[in-house]
């Protein structure tokens, strides 16, 4: 009954926000009247785009200035900062997987901005070429080469008073299989495990996330595909997927599901209004090969308003900005779980004096989202017997398959960073219900009070994890800059 009421109250906010923004409702994919100018002045614009990013987030206990006040002046400035260092900026990914779901060969991108320079092998970091990328965490995480051990002679007594601590070839290889069933039944998103050789390295950095001119039939079928055919479905049968209208109608988890992703969505489409691409001259001498010569990209109000603007998004796009937000918190409260191994990790590339830097500037951004008063409150989620355990599952299935959708997109470097942030959300759903980084006490971040003493995060999904926390703070930041231009 609580949670029927909680639904229906939820619902009855949404509605009357989509009322205040706009007079009409319909299912969501894309903006409409794509390219036509706007009949609405600068200050229109910014009414209008902004009207819902004010009071409470709604699914949590944070309001949206606060997260502007957290963001913008302590956490931005940090991990913008922390994403240029060695450890982070180097993704290992592989961009060449076929589409599990349909024939892709039609819908590849041939614009030049769309291609993803690979990161020659010599230009990496030392530590990063010969490396384990598993971290384990007990007391200690290491990263980089393993020590030798060194030949150990028991004596007679030893041997006598010893635990035969022999284990068959055959029972070795069911342990690893039990140990690789277990991180996979716990993952919430694809891992490329296909042979060194068909992965490359990329650099973040040389290769940004920015308009490319990836458009139309093809990027539509893949957000089609994935809030059709892998968002929970509402109860009431009067829309064929979630929207803002419908999604108080479903409980929590499913809410949540819907929100982060459409949080996701958001955040991918303001990064695109932000850095799009104005001309493309190209500036000779910048790379021989010319894949990412240099165009002109920058803030392109229009675009944000074709993507946001409640008349151009039936009047969702308010919404979708608010559920940015609510994907900032739930990613923030993953941090704050996973503090305790994340403090403890090494950040190792072979640069003893970076990596000392690094692993201090990871402390004191974990510092700081510790200290945070309004966290989202997982613990109330999939809570209530077999039922929870069955939806739960679904779930993780349901963003597995979300992750999958991405080897489909047909721009090179919109799937890089698309894997990368779907990576990165997986992994911060990882932490929050995989149940690994539990702890009694949800306040106490102290890695002995949790549940388990050994956990696992590879290398790629730590720099998944901070690189897709630090696209949603780009994001936050970057709304300054569109309410700074929608006014006259």
Known sequence: MVKLVCSLAFALIILSATIKCHSSFS?????????????????????????????????????????????????????????????????????????????????????????????????LPDGLKHSNDTLKSSNRIFFGPLPKEEPCIPSKEDILGSINETISKAASESIATWIEYDAKTSSFCV???????????????????????????????IWKAIYEENCFKPSLEYSLFTDTRNMGDMCFEKRVFYRAVSGLHASINIHLSLKYLHSAAEVPGVLSDGINSLGNWGPNLEEFHRRFDPDRTNGHGPQWLRNLYFLYLLQL????????????????????????????????????????????????????????????????????????????VGCQKCRLWGKLQTQGLGTALKILFSGDFDSPDPTVFDLRSMRRTHFKLTRNEV??????????????????????????
């Not at 990790?345 to 004096?353: C, I, L, R």
């Open 27 to 123: 299912p969501f994919l894309h903006a409409k009247n794509a390219g036509q100018p706007s009949k609405y002045g600068n200050k229109a614009i910014s009414e209008r785009c902004f009207c819902e990013l004010e009071g409470s987030v709604n699914d949590c206990e944070c309001n949206v200035a606060y997260v502007d006040s957290l963001n913008n002046n302590k956490i931005f400035p940090r991990i913008t900062s922390l994403l240029t260092k060695n450890y982070f900026r180097f993704y290992k990914v592989h961009l060449f997987k076929k589409c599990p779901f349909w024939d892709d060969n039609e819908g590849k991108c041939s614009l030049k901005f769309c291609a993803v320079e690979e990161c020659p092998a010599d230009s």
């Open 191 to 221: 891992v490329d495990e296909e042979p060194p050789e068909d992965q490359i390295y990329v650099d973040l950095i040389v290769n940004p996330e920015r308009y490319t001119g990836y458009k139309g039939p093809d990027a539509h079928k």
């Open 333 to 408: 409260r993953a941090l704050a779980k996973a503090a305790p191994f994340l403090e403890n990790v090494d950040y190792y590339t072979g640069n003893a004096e970076e990596d000392y830097e690094t692993k201090e500037a990871v402390r004191d951004i974990l510092n700081i989202v510790k200290d945070f008063e309004y966290h989202f409150n997982e613990s109330t989620m999939f809570s209530g017997g077999q039922q929870a355990v069955k939806l739960k599952e679904e779930f993780r299935l349901h963003f597995l398959n979300v992750s999958r959708i991405m080897d489909c």
């Open 463 to 488: 720099v998944a994890l901070f690189n897709a926390f630090g696209r949603l703070s780009d994001s936050i930041q970057a709304l300054e800059v569109f309410k700074k231009l929608a006014v006259p």
